[in-house]
């Protein structure tokens, strides 16, 4: 089964200094890659997505992520961080064929000003 | 276009009690999704409907955890009894993706249970 692996519990930035919020994925096959954002007392919201083609995928608020296949990864990363920016955040990944959305434990950003 | 809508948002009960979320998806929606997602940990998946039918419930605990979709639209999640260890937020979503894996959910804002 197809699982995700956040490493970092908790990322602290600066607010006009880059972020990247780690993330690795293991899948059989071709990965379809996702980045959530979860505000306090909310749903998830989606990001952006990995399905095919350009390894660097923009989404929404500025974020863009890079998929990179020999490493197994799908960061998450944004050049000028705000302090808007401060929430959850989850990666998630599923295979071909395969319906379940497997999500990682979630990294909470702080954007400090 | 109208989210997807949860109810209640909260709900404190007593262990041995019953519970009941409801979930309306996006409009034309086909697949329909219950996570529980517990505090400090990402969503997992209870169960997933395409349509009215399961795809997968494989994660439900079924002894005490039931969800229908009777007419595929609308879903209700039911907990009898609820334990302390069902303390969480349940989130519906809902995707359009007619049997791909490719589409990304919609989640609503959740019910969080409180389990006393």
């Known amino acids: 089964a197809q699982s995700v692996a956040q490493p970092e519990d908790q990322v602290n930035v600066a607010e006009g200094n880059p972020l990247t919020v780690k993330c690795t994925y293991s899948?059989?096959?071709?990965?379809?890659l996702f980045w959530y954002v979860q505000y306090p007392n909310r749903g998830l919201q989606f990001l952006l997505k990995y399905i095919t083609g350009d390894n660097l995928v923009k989404g929404s608020y500025g974020f863009e992520a890079e998929f990179n296949k020999s490493q197994t990864s799908f960061h998450l990363k944004k050049p000028s961080a705000l302090v808007s920016d401060s929430a959850l955040y989850f990666c998630?990944?599923?295979?071909?064929?395969?319906?379940?959305?497997?999500f990682g434990a979630g990294t909470r950003l702080t954007v400090k000003p | 276009e109208a989210g997807v809508a949860q109810s209640p948002r909260y709900k404190i009960i007593e262990k041995r009690q019953s519970v009941a979320f409801w979930c309306n998806p996006i409009s034309g929606h086909a697949t329909l999704y219950w996570y529980q997602q517990i505090l400090g940990q990402g969503p997992k998946l209870l169960i997933q409907f395409q349509n009215n039918g399961v795809v997968d419930d494989s994660q439900l605990p079924k002894d005490r955890f039931s969800a229908e979709r009777l007419k595929g639209v609308d879903s209700t999640l039911k907990i009898q009894p609820a334990k302390l260890e069902d303390s969480a937020v349940y989130l519906c979503a809902s995707s359009f993706d007619p049997g791909h894996s490719t589409g990304e959910l919609f989640f609503g804002e959740g019910s969080r249970l409180t389990v006393l």
């Open positions: 899948v059989s096959g071709n990965p379809y």
């Open positions: 998630a990944v599923r295979g071909y064929n395969n319906n379940d959305m497997r």
